[in-house]
């Protein structure tokens, strides 16, 4: 399976606190992309990771990529209302032609 | 300017019907694609169309047809529809292909079947 599992399923917060959402894989991976989709609209690109990257950083987000562990994820510090969306992380195969995405993280932050 | 439009944001019909999503990206992009994405939120890549090459994921029905005019649209075609067949149906664009650039994604198409 090429696609990322995304981990928590949902994720409830207070205004002004860190979400923190996780991503796993199975396949070596050329470079791993987080999207929002906020409710009833396409997704949005957040931040592209390519594979000899450990960390990096895009305004409150922040996303960790560990090959060893095929895991990486993504921190959103000071959460606004308007961070209530879904989250889907497309690890890129090496070789690969397409963006595999999941089920996506549920976040909800609480006004 | 809406980077990649979809038309129509909307559409009932019965089933057993034909029906056609039209996708246009006025980014430039080379690469295509089409997504499902069902009451789950699971997002299934169904096409994707670069420079006239059609990878198709072999999963996807062959009542499914996508159908490019040219570069900057990328039509879906579905025939004898079903039930199964309700779902939001996106369109993306990339320049590219091999996921080593991001994808813009269409507003979305959200198809009931009755």
């Known amino acids: 399976s090429q696609q990322g599992e995304e981990d928590p399923q949902a994720l409830s917060i207070q205004e002004g606190e860190n979400a923190t959402m996780n991503c796993s894989y199975k396949t070596s991976i050329n470079n791993l992309q987080w999207y929002r989709q906020n409710s009833g609209r396409g997704l949005v690109h957040l931040i592209l990771?390519?594979?000899?990257?450990r960390e990096k950083h895009s305004g409150r987000l922040r996303v960790t990529l560990d090959t060893s562990k095929k895991s990486s994820s993504l921190l959103i510090t000071a959460s606004r209302a308007a961070d209530t969306a879904s989250y889907f992380c497309?690890?890129?195969?090496?070789?690969?032609?397409?963006?595999?995405f999941g089920t996506g993280t549920r976040l909800t932050v609480i006004p | 300017d809406t980077a990649v439009s979809q038309t129509p944001k909307y559409l009932v019909t019965q089933m057993g019907n034909d029906k056609s999503i039209k996708c246009e990206q006025n980014l430039g992009h080379d690469t295509m694609y089409w997504y499902k994405q069902d009451s789950k939120k699971f997002l299934k890549i169904m096409f994707s169309?670069?420079?006239?090459?059609?990878?198709i994921n072999e999963t996807v029905p062959n009542r499914f047809s996508p159908k490019s005019p040219d570069k900057a649209h990328l039509n879906l075609h579905i025939n004898s529809l079903e039930l199964g067949d309700s779902a939001v149906y996106f369109c993306?664009?990339?320049?590219?292909?091999?996921?080593?650039?991001?994808?813009?994604f269409g507003q979305g198409t959200r198809l009931t079947v009755v």
């Open positions: 169309y670069n420079n006239k090459e059609l990878i």
């Open positions: 993306a664009s990339s320049q590219g292909s091999g996921g080593d650039t991001e994808a813009f």
């Open positions: 497309a690890p890129i195969k090496t070789g690969a032609n397409n963006l595999f």
């Open positions: 990771i390519r594979s000899n990257e």
